[in-house]
């Protein structure tokens, strides 16, 4: 019962992060940018044709092939007179140069509606649609003095007019960072389809961070409840890779007049804790197989890194980022290394293993996706391909740690019955003990007697015909008494030793039973009678069956005078077992109290109440049953059962 509660408790548990993980999922499916047509188109020579293309239905993603002007702030009024310089050869990398200017020229429908949505330009940059500024971010300028850096997420309607041309211009300004200033992916279509675009890229941005950050408080405050060092790294783990999606954490998180320099400097610590992050769980779950002073000059190199992203120039920070990465390799291997010896020496997976395994192998490929794909893919670069990993790398995990906590506390509880059955048993075997020894005065008491007797007649010379006899009497009380010590020694030394259920012989059990009961209801003038024909032997353990009948003898003597108690064994009553049956001739059990005699503590007489417990525990340690078979004033018969040798 108690195993059960605890299972429930724990799946309560793991319940909420299955809501979490499954909600963000949904939302998602239900969501997602798949439900949009994103068309790639490139403009040619500087101009992008989408005469008669229908954006009603399509997302255009516009590749970045516009024409480039380094080193040059162009408006529209210097285009139309012709002040511009020439364009930039194609493939230059606006990364080499710290401001300029981007153009392009769409062919429209005439007299049509568009939207454009994307990030902006890194990092500083005004827009212009057709002359006119329609958005600014930071400020850009000619030089690094009068430079102030910043980046946002943008949306710009557009307007094709009469002649049906649209011209964009980004300038951009970049004296904080070694790459920037190339033109973002660019989204174009109808000003409906960009809104609702937009709404499922910060939709998808919002559930998946937002619910990373609901798992990081709850396993924050499962590690301080259950003060476990795996939540907490967890809850790290979770807190890092929500923070990545640069659209959540600079869009959404941070407040609109935050410090660029700050919001850049903790973006970038951030990246570089995802493997820390990573691989201090891995070594909290594995710390048996991997020795400490690696994961401390792990750390230590982590917490240079972070000093030196603080203080460092911007333009430095990515490449201490990069070199954590690098430095995550070897210990990275390490703790491989560490994993793979630990199951080769445990030579088998459980099911707790198989989950954690999965779990990193799922975030793992997460990070190589998205190391691979950032700068590639403007999705990958801003919103990040590790935090889907990290859902199924939480759940899985989550799902191991819960699992682990069962199996840990469902054996607690299993030891602590056993132990406390333990006690139980020793208690009343000590109470047994007692009682046996004080029933052994009775031989004892034959013996001095009868010795005191034949000593006065030999001492008077007065050797009478009753000598011979006397002195069987004492010799057969001497044996009887020898016996029972003898297997009460047995008994003894086999409660010491651990309880091994093998083969049992009924024959042999049922005499054993008889030399250590007989003397016991003698006080109460009672006589035990063992009444079992050839019987088949029985499979189980020959010390906790001995304690059961003794249990119940000295139940039917102390409800008995002067009457007989019978033990008895069948092997034909029931199928696959040994019916036993302990009779006695007494009083019999009050209606009152049959229901409830097998329940602990429970005794009618004032005892202890635990020797029917101990039976019943007994006896469902054995896969069989025990009950009361009948009770009255004849008499109360007790019966259980025993699986037969080679049924078990």
Known sequence: MRSACAKKKLLGWLLPVAIVVLSVLLLQAVF?????????????????????????????????????????????????????????????????????????????????????????????????????????????????????????????????????????????????????????????????????????CNLSSLSVSGGLLLLALYFLLSAAVRRKADFLCLAFCCLVLALRDQNFFNIHLLPADTSWYFAYRVFILVVMLMPVSILLLLNNMYASATKRWPLYAYLAMAAAAAVLICVLPTQEVVTVSTAVYYASLPYLLYLLFGVIRHYIRQRRLGTVDILLLAGFFVLLAGLLYEAIWTGDSAEVTHYGAAAYGMLGFVFLNAAAMNLQIQQRETALIESRSRSEMLERMNRLNMDFLHKVAHELKTPLTVISGYAQLTGMQLAAHRISDEAPANLKTIQQEAERLADMVTRLMEYSYGRKGELHFGQVAVSALLKNVDAIAAPMCLKNGNTVKIAAESCADVHGNSEMLLQIFINLVVNASKSTQNGTITISADDREREGFVLFRVADTGSGISPADLPHIFEQGFSASGSSGLGLTICREAVEAHGGEIWVERTGPGGTVFAFTAPKEGEA
């Open 32 to 200: 997602s940018q798949s439900d949009f047509c994103i068309q790639k188109v490139t403009p040619q020579d500087g101009v992008l044709d989408i005469r008669g293309t229908d954006v009603s239905e399509s997302v255009l993603d516009i590749a970045n092939a516009w024409d480039f002007y380094p080193e040059a702030l162009y408006t529209s009024a210097d285009f139309a007179a012709g002040k511009t310089a020439e364009k930039a050869a194609p493939g230059t990398s606006a990364s080499e140069v710290p401001y300029g200017t981007h153009r392009l020229r769409i062919l429209a429908e005439p007299n049509r509606y568009y939207a454009i949505c994307g990030f902006s330009l890194d990092y500083a940059s005004r827009v212009f649609v057709n002359g006119t500024e329609v958005a600014a971010f930071g400020r850009v300028a000619d030089n690094a003095a009068d430079f102030v850096p910043r980046v946002g997420y943008m949306t710009i309607p557009m307007f094709s007019g009469e002649s049906g041309e649209i011209e964009l211009l980004y300038q951009y300004g970049n004296y904080v960072h070694k790459d920037g200033g190339y033109v973002p992916t660019t989204y174009l279509s109808a000003p409906q389809n960009i809104e609702a675009f937009k709404a499922a």
